[in-house]
């Protein structure tokens, strides 16, 4: 009995070796590397590389081209804030269970599937015109309405370009947002609901005192991932625009350091920066949500 | 009961407001693909096709654009993505949630700190990794990464896994089975809600990939979906009809996949989110 116990002992570490191994290489040692190259000037092939102390690190501040990407997740910040209020209120509306309602969400839900580059090109074709092209979709639309004095280089002028693309953004990922407020709104206890309906609560009553505490966490965790995803922005802008205009984000700018520019010393330390933020944002979730957390052992 | 329906009014064309916004965008799109090349260009993005079955558009987008190439090393990276990531994942649960071993705890640790490192930050030192191993422009890189860095489907199946009672674990222990037998024919079989799960957010998340497939695989034959549609815009920008149909192809797939399995992806998406 006392071998089965130690033969116990060590049978999981041949179900755990994989992807501990995998975890290790792929996590941890890129973690551990990146804050090594970023305290040198290394370029990411030269077999030498010299320490150049923090002085990457003064660049994320003092360099306008890095710097200025901060600002530009301020504008995917509050396109994240509007979708989520836009979000509790059509997944509000979806809960009154009306005829058709599914109908909707799956109207509403279906982009957030959809591959990044295809979303990219549609709303390139969408926004085209004042390039010689012809007007786009959303140009076309505007006029019909009698809008026509919106029109506008939506991607062209640097003064549009990140507005543009934070609708781009919301029309994305709104529907995750749906489908989380939708499902914390259906696990509220019903009889929350008979009871209101007994006392001739309204609607906004309703929403006021049984949805919205209903809903408070995942409405504040989605407040908190948003500052986080709102700094690691990449794939629709880049797709969309290369980062022209003004639309580069941080880790637009990191990933053209690394691999355009050849400069992985300067761009670890942005990676290291990122890593920063977003475990700042996670340290603070956790600690508001501590009693939430799962316990996995 | 008047008030009643003017409420009911108000919410239908709330919904069909909204609703109408997440359709717009695709309208010019679909409009554009089945356009000839002198109709694309004399007509508005807003006027509909001519002709709704021309479909030539399509054919050149599947040919010259190498999209038929496309979907095959995509579904390469997904199904052995796949079969690794259940694999890996129900193995790890398995050990994790059935055996008392010493260093347990510290491999829990170790899984959740990972949690918290998003994929986009590490990318400039993973890739000198993949670089040093010689897997740059393989597939191999890709699907490692895809299985490496995949911490959630782990999560997933731990958690189902803890509903599954041990009792049927001792009941076929005492019946002789050993360790493997026991995850192979007991264990594994059960996870399949869970299983379901994992392929459908993991599927979706590899399809739609685009940064891994771009930094590491950027060799054109081994181009994936989105790669290949991404390489449109430089060849084909004098012929924007062709890439609408090639973007169309690629939503295509997407679209099935929703519409047979809508109640599964909402599951999934609150299940992946939760982690």
Redesign the interface.
């Known amino acids: 009995m006392i071998k089965e116990r130690t033969k116990r002992q060590f049978i999981p570490w041949f179900y755990v070796a994989i992807p501990l191994g995998l975890l290790a290489l792929l996590t941890f040692l890129p973690v551990i590397n990146m804050f090594r190259y970023s305290v040198t000037n290394w370029d990411g092939v030269d077999p030498t590389r010299q320490y150049v102390g923090m002085s990457n690190y003064g660049k994320v501040f003092t360099d306008p081209e890095i710097f200025h990407t901060l600002f530009v997740s301020i504008y995917y910040f509050g396109g994240a804030i509007l979708q989520i209020i836009f979000a509790l209120f059509l997944a509000t509306v979806l809960s009154y269970g009306l005829r058709g309602a599914n109908f909707y969400k799956s109207l509403l839900v279906f982009p957030f599937l959809l591959n990044a580059v295809a979303v990219s090109l549609v709303f390139r074709f969408l926004f085209r015109g004042g390039d010689g092209l012809g007007p786009g979709g959303l140009d076309v639309l505007l006029q019909h309405l009698g809008l026509g004095r919106f029109v506008t280089q939506w991607t062209g002028n640097p003064h549009v370009v990140n507005f543009s693309l934070a609708g781009v953004s919301i029309w994305r990922y709104i529907g995750f947002n749906i489908v989380l407020f939708l499902g914390a709104i259906q696990s509220i206890n019903p009889e929350l609901f008979e009871a209101a309906q007994l006392d001739r609560a309204n609607r906004w009553h309703q929403f006021r005192y049984i949805i919205l505490p209903g809903i408070r966490r995942i409405t504040a965790l989605s407040v908190i991932l948003a500052v986080s995803g709102s700094i690691a922005v990449f794939d629709i802008p880049y797709i969309m625009l290369g980062g022209a205009n003004g639309s580069t984000t941080f880790v637009i700018a990191t990933v053209k350091t690394a691999f355009n520019l050849g400069r992985v010393g300067l761009a670890s330390s942005l990676a290291v920066v990122l890593l920063g933020i977003v475990l700042l944002v996670t340290f603070v979730q956790r600690t508001l949500f501590k009693d939430e957390q799962v316990d996995l052992v | 009961m008047k008030n009643r329906n003017a ?2 009014v108000i ?2 064309l ?3 407001v ?2 109408f ?9 679909i409009f ?1 693909s089945l356009k000839g090349a002198t109709e694309f ?1 004399d007509t ?3 006027t509909p096709p001519k002709n709704w079955f021309n479909f030539h558009n399509f054919a050149v987008a599947w040919t010259q654009g190498n999209l038929a190439h496309a979907f095959f090393n995509t579904g390469i990276l997904l199904s052995v993505s796949l079969v690794g990531t259940i694999l ?2 129900t ?2 649960a ?3 949630d059935r ?7 510290i ?2 640790w ?3 700190i ?1 949690t ?3 994929g ?10 993949i670089n040093k191993l010689n897997l740059y422009n393989t597939r191999l890189s890709g699907i ?2 895809y ?3 995949d ?1 959630i489907s ?2 997933i199946f ?2 189902f896994m803890q509903s599954i009672p041990k009792a049927l674990d001792e009941a076929a222990r005492i019946d002789g089975a050993g ?1 493997f037998t026991i ?1 192979f024919r007991i264990i594994l079989p059960l996870l399949r809600p869970a299983i379901a799960t994992v392929i459908i957010i993991k599927g ?1 998340a590899i ?5 891994t497939p771009f ?1 590491y695989m950027p060799d054109p034959n081994l181009g994936t ?3 290949s ?2 390489r ?2 430089g060849p084909f920008s004098a012929s ?1 009809q062709v ?2 149909a090639a ?1 169309f192809l ?2 295509l797939p ?2 099935v ?2 519409l047979a399995l ?1 109640k599964y ?2 599951k999934g ?2 299940t992946g ?1 939760v982690k």
């Open positions: 409420f009911k919410l239908y709330v919904l069909t909204a609703s916004a997440m359709v717009f965008p695709l309208i010019p799109l554009a260009n508005g993005p807003l890996i994942g193995m790890t398995y050990a994790l055996f008392d071993f010493k260093g347990k705890k491999i829990v170790s899984f959740l990972a918290l490192v998003p986009v930050t590490t990318q400039v030192a993973t890739f000198q990794i490692l990464l299985l490496g860095t911490i782990i999560y731990l958690q360790h995850y979706i399809y739609n990939d685009f940064y930094l979906v989105s790669t549609l991404y449109f815009i924007w890439i609408c973007t690629v939503i997407t679209l996949v929703f809508q992806i909402y998406l609150s989110a």
